[in-house]
């Protein structure tokens, strides 16, 4: 529990008059009284195709934020939650993000889970003087292509996420010579192809790259693509499609017979584990956006992910996905925020600018390890990825072979591009992956 | 040429296989609109939520009766089931207490009626069906493949797919044909298509012919999604991508066909799968290619007449 002190008069008067006297750009600098209510916007989809990984996000929000109320809320100040659907455009949520900061007097945002959202969302946050925590989306881009004051991340970025199972595979089947990529056509479809195209040239040049497929967004039939694979028997095939995609791509490839054929690499497959059951053969390299997993080897605190994961059960009929561990990340950071500007504050409640500076450096929780926010704004967070198997235990395939990726050997440093730094691997990179660990229990 | 078919004739085959599977569901789809839109003369945005309505019905009644322990090819009768009674309740309904009010007004405000409505279903379907992809995949897993010889080696593909679907498709052509045009009710319909003034002045009864016509337009839709099911994973927003492309559909065949609506999904499905195989980059678009081509040439679409606009 975050140390709180209650306002004194002196500074409550201090506050009073510098947010009256002090233009509005200074006024975010001034010691700040301390709240009736903390109030938090979200923004995550709660309609169309993304809203799969949306409302789990949302619905753990909600889990936590009645579970920190129950404890007396952070640093002493129960939360409120505000929730804005990304689903309708850009237009639509930066309209809402504007009038929740301004109308609504947020304390702070957290967004979002499409990257578009994400790139709209944090020039906003610079010009509201908000702190705003992306709390899902994955493009690598904000932070490598600006800089930022009040906007930071509390998970790893698209970067880490591919860079993991490019290496898991060339680690544990490095004799492959073609790869077909299936991904959805749309902005995180291409850019994670970009990534691993890269990647895969420096660390394994002279791979055949026998099809690049990108079906449309929302697709209900693979038939011709998973054609199309049977007839170029790739050794390999990528997809880092998601949600009812990822379901209806793998449900028509067991049917026919292609998952005989080629190994697969599904770095979201996580999410839809629980969903495709059986239908998912052993022996296919799956991963989870994150070091997150109900069943994860070593976790940091096992009871605190257990308890997690049975809560979520308990409550929502369903195993946690990543969204809703990238929420409990978010959570935990702001939480951690808090306490370390309260006290940098004299243990008084901090302004918007104390808050803001509490993060870069800040050290938090997840239920599976310690995370870390470089000076840039960007967590580091270790990546989990392992081989499907069976077992008698879960109606549907669990992640045997787990390697858990610590976070500085798959990402740039702060500074650099990730296709510059990408440039710059050398085989060690495989030579580097550390050793599987089975699953507990 | 010869040459290209000779290397690659093997590989059109089999996309051609992949063409019809596909286009025989776009047709159950757009074919309910355009007959909808041929008598009723409403442009339904909710018809993609019938699509997507009955194909969560297909999921929950094929469940439901595994579940119980029903044999096996009690899958294939929850399919027509989910059809059924999805467009038997929803088709009167919306007809009646909806559209009725909106005949004599602008198309504009039909359509924004209609969009209404739409996102209103899209909003149920989340209620009752939550946000996480549903499937069954009875149906499939009971046909198995079928392989098909290739370069020395097979190709498996569902027997689902490639034999059940243009089988139902081909049958409701051919019976949408046989009722429009061999049974007095369906000659009445078409009557009331080609001219709602002169047929209601004979004594048919417009109404019912609209609210039968779009009960029978909300059953196809509903039958298109309950045939999806088995293959496909339902998710929000399915609905939406469905009447897309069945306005393109729609608009391409001529409004109001249904040949050529059977034709027009034919060469999408078609497009499509032949995109995937030769030029990828291609399946996306490959659908407004074929309405614009088509449009160009024949601005009433495939198999329209022009129409004498009444000032």
Not at chain 1, 43 to 58: I, K, N, Q, Y
Not at chain 1, 318 to 323: C, D, E, R, S, T
């Amino acid at each position: 529990m975050p140390v709180t002190s209650p306002l004194t008069r002196r500074g409550a008067l201090a506050a009073g008059f510098g947010s009256v006297l002090l233009p509005a750009g200074l006024s975010a600098q001034a010691p700040a009284a301390k709240p009736s209510e903390l109030k938090i916007g979200i923004t995550t989809f709660l309609s169309g195709p993304a809203s799969v990984f949306g409302v789990p996000g949302r619905n753990a929000a909600e889990m936590l934020a009645e579970e920190i109320n129950r404890e007396g809320g952070i640093g002493g100040v129960p939360i409120r939650l505000f929730f804005v659907d990304e689903g309708p455009g850009i237009d639509h949520l930066v309209g809402e993000f504007r009038r929740l900061v301004q109308n609504e007097k947020v304390d702070v945002m957290l967004a979002s889970i499409s990257s578009g959202s994400c790139l709209a969302c944090t020039p906003l946050a610079e010009e509201l003087r908000k702190v705003t925590l992306l709390w899902d989306c994955g493009t690598q881009r904000i932070f490598e292509e600006g800089s930022y004051k009040y906007a930071f991340r509390s998970q790893a970025n698209s970067t880490p996420e591919m860079m993991a199972p490019l290496l898991y595979l060339l680690k544990h089947k490095p004799d492959f010579r073609s790869l077909a990529v299936v991904n959805q056509d749309y902005a995180w479809g291409r850019d994670s192809w970009e990534l691993w195209k890269a990647a895969m040239d420096v660390l394994k040049p002279g791979v055949r790259v026998v099809a690049e497929l990108f079906p449309r967004f929302g697709a209900t039939d693979f038939s011709a693509e998973v054609t199309r694979l049977l007839a170029l028997r790739p050794d390999v095939v990528l997809s880092t499609s998601w949600g009812g995609d990822l379901d209806t791509f793998i449900r028509q490839s067991a049917e026919r017979r292609l998952f005989e054929r080629s190994t697969f690499v599904l770095p979201l497959a996580e999410s839809s584990l629980e969903r495709v059951g059986r239908l998912l053969p052993p022996g296919h390299i799956v991963g989870s956006r994150g070091d997150h997993w109900h069943q994860h080897p070593r976790p940091a605190d096992p009871a605190a992910l257990q308890r997690f994961v049975a809560n979520y059960r308990r409550r929502f009929n369903a195993y946690p996905i990543y969204p809703t561990y990238h929420m409990a990340q978010a959570f935990s950071a702001l939480r951690a925020a808090y306490a370390k500007a309260t006290a940098a504050n004299g243990g008084n409640w901090p302004s918007d600018v104390q808050l803001a500076g509490a993060f870069p450096g800040l050290e938090f929780d997840s239920p599976t390890a310690r995370l870390r926010i470089r000076e840039d704004g960007q967590a580091l967070e270790p990546q989990l990825i392992g081989t499907t198997a069976q077992d008698d235990r879960f109606p549907f395939p669990i992640m045997d072979r787990m390697v858990v990726f610590p976070p500085e050997t798959i990402m740039p440093p702060v500074g650099q591009k990730s296709l510059d730094w990408i440039r710059t691997l050398t085989a060690d990179a495989v030579s580097r992956v550390p050793d599987p660990v089975r699953p507990a229990g | 040429m010869g040459e290209w078919f000779e290397q690659n004739g093997a590989l059109l085959g089999l996309a051609l296989l992949d063409g019809i599977a596909s286009a025989a569901l776009i047709f159950m789809v757009a074919v309910g609109l355009n007959l909808v839109f041929g008598v009723l003369r409403v442009l339904n945005v909710a018809h993609g939520s019938f699509f997507a309505i009955g194909g969560y019905m297909a999921a929950s009644i094929g469940l439901l009766m595994t579940a119980v322990g029903l044999p096996p090819w009690a899958s294939f009768a929850a399919l027509l089931l989910a059809a059924v009674v999805t467009g038997a309740i929803l088709g009167p309904l919306i007809e009646r207490f909806l559209l009725r009010r909106v005949y004599a007004e602008e198309s504009v405000l039909q359509l924004l009626v209609t969009f209404a409505l739409f996102m209103i279903l899209e909003d149920l379907q989340k209620i009752v069906w939550g946000v996480q992809p549903v499937s069954f995949g009875g149906p499939v897993a009971l046909m198995g493949t079928v392989d098909v010889p290739f370069a020395g080696d097979v190709i498996p593909y569902n027997a689902y797919q490639v034999i059940l679907l243009p089988v139902v498709a081909l049958l409701t052509l051919g019976g949408l044909a046989w009722f429009l045009r061999r049974t007095l009710a369906g000659r009445v319909i078409v009557a009331v298509t080609l001219d709602r003034e002169a047929a209601t002045a004979m004594g048919i009864d417009a109404g019912r012919v609209f609210l039968l016509t779009f009960t029978f337009g909300a059953v196809l839709a509903a039958l298109g999604g309950a045939l999806s099911a088995p293959t496909a994973s339902l998710v929000p927003g399915v609905g939406a991508s469905t009447i897309v492309l069945s306005f393109a559909v729609v608009a391409t065949a001529g409004l109001g066909q249904i040949e050529g609506a059977a034709l027009t999904a034919l060469m999408i499905g078609i497009g499509r799968s032949v995109a995937v195989t030769f030029e990828p980059e291609l399946e996306v678009v490959v659908p407004y290619l074929i309405m614009v081509a088509v449009l160009l040439l024949r601005p009433q679409g495939l198999f329209g007449v022009p129409e004498t606009r009444r000032i």
